[in-house]
């Protein structure tokens, strides 16, 4: 059973595009997040969601928006795309104010 | 800014060497996780420490939290290359998100 999942794997589009990556849990967590895992492998936080709640946001472009349908979803919404969101993009998820995160398997964008 | 300095960047080591990851920081974490990623896979959590001084021992690995809780580090035993991967420590955020140190990437070649 897979504990973290995202969907696609991979993603090629090209500029100027609106693309949405999803990430399921099965893990009976409230907290889920995304992060951004750029070409030197420097992951770095861009949202969390705790019941549907965005409890921070650090300073990421507004073209990226999260939605939580439900406690065990946050998909990532990117509007306009451009050449410098290509990168690996990971959602994980935890229980609340615990630090242990769980990751998913990534989904690699390609802007072109 | 919390802030975690993770070093060597890199390592390439032969099969049976011993070596040594260090995660540093000026700031006083809660609790401190060391994460190994494969290629084309997210992190997997390989172990939180919690109490400074504190050490734990997951077979070859052994990990140990500084005594002010600012640093960290990983030790690993006769290194396999089985053990090749970027290996991340992580602090917890004052905003309940993760901060990860830039990763060491290890290569242990047979």
């Known amino acids: 059973d897979t504990a973290v999942s995202q969907t696609p794997k991979y993603l090629v589009t090209q500029m100027g595009n609106d693309k949405s990556i999803k990430c399921e849990q099965n893990?009976?967590?409230?907290?889920m997040y995304w992060y951004k895992q750029d070409s030197k492998k420097f992951l770095k936080i861009m949202f969390s969601?705790?019941?549907?709640?965005?409890?921070i946001n650090e300073t990421v472009p507004n073209r990226f928006s999260p939605k939580s349908p439900d406690k065990a979803h946050l998909n990532l919404h990117i509007n306009s795309l451009e050449l410098g969101d290509s990168a690996v993009y990971f959602c994980?998820?935890?229980?609340?104010?615990?630090?242990?995160?769980?990751f998913g398997p990534g989904t690699r964008l390609t802007v072109l | 800014t919390q802030l975690l300095e993770q070093s060597p960047q890199f390592l390439s080591i032969q099969e049976g060497e011993n070596l040594t990851v260090y995660c540093n920081s000026s700031?006083?974490?809660?609790?401190l996780q060391w994460y190994r990623q494969e290629p084309g896979e997210g992190p997997v959590l390989l172990v939180t420490?919690?109490?400074?001084?504190e050490v734990k021992k997951l077979k070859r690995l052994t990990f140990q939290f500084g005594d002010a809780r600012k640093d960290s580090s990983l030790h690993i035993t006769a290194a396999q290359p089985g053990d090749t991967g970027l290996y991340l420590c992580?602090?917890?955020?004052?905003?309940?998100?993760?901060?990860f140190g830039k990763g060491t990437k290890l290569s242990v070649k047979p």
């Open positions: 969601y705790n019941n549907k709640e965005l409890i």
């Open positions: 994980a998820s935890s229980h609340e104010n615990t630090d242990t995160q769980y």
């Open positions: 700031s006083v974490f809660s609790s």
């Open positions: 893990l009976g967590h409230d907290t």
């Open positions: 420490v919690v109490t400074g001084g």
């Open positions: 992580a602090g917890g955020g004052s905003q309940g998100n993760l901060i």
